[in-house]
């Protein structure tokens, strides 16, 4: 004898396997914006040990092919402007005598495969006091990333196309850069 079917119960089950499987995708969308956001943290983070230790092959690496950085000394394009700026005697000169890029926590915003990121980093250098270190700039930093590379390529992944760096003045730019920290 085969039991009666129960509609209310059936409905039941049914709606619970559809909040279940409509949690699952909420669940499977934050995770991914999460996996995104720890990627683009960890790429800016990336950049101050390879332009400390003079890693100019890694440091371009984090661009695209085609990729700007627009500092207010002057604008690098790609590749090989990136990795000659750090390969280049000033840079050298700098690391030899002693100094970090210490980057604060930066503020993402994702939009798809587009983010930007937005915060500051610090340049200390060694004094010529032993043992002493001084900050000699502080730079906010404008970071637009985009996800690069064929959806199924191993090295798929998340590049910088333009990083806008000034330095936190009286002239203001850092200061307007920052006060962007809002947009995508």
Do not use: F, K
């Not at 906010?140 to 992944?157: F, I, K, S, T």
């Amino acid at each position: 004898m085969t039991p009666a079917r129960d509609p209310d119960r059936l409905d039941a089950l049914e709606a619970r396997l559809g909040a279940t499987e409509s949690a699952l995708a909420t669940i499977r969308d934050e995770l991914a914006r999460a996996t995104d956001e720890l990627a683009i943290l960890r790429l800016v983070a990336d950049y101050s040990p390879r332009v400390d230790s003079g890693d100019a092959e890694g440091v371009a690496e984090l661009w695209a092919a085609d990729g700007v950085y627009d500092v207010d000394t002057g604008v690098l394009e790609g590749h090989t402007d990136l990795a000659g700026m750090v390969s280049g005697d000033d840079h050298q000169g700098l690391i030899a005598h002693g100094c970090g890029h210490v980057p604060g926590l930066p503020v993402v915003l994702l939009d798809g495969d587009r983010a930007v990121a937005t915060g500051y980093t610090q340049l200390v250098v060694r004094s010529s006091r032993p043992g002493r270190y001084t900050v000699t700039r502080v730079t906010a930093n404008r970071w637009e990333l985009e996800r690069l590379g064929p959806v199924d390529a191993p090295d798929r992944g998340w590049r910088v196309v333009l990083r806008t760096a000034r330095a936190v003045t009286e002239d203001g730019e850092g200061r307007r850069l920052l006060g962007r920290s809002r947009e995508g």
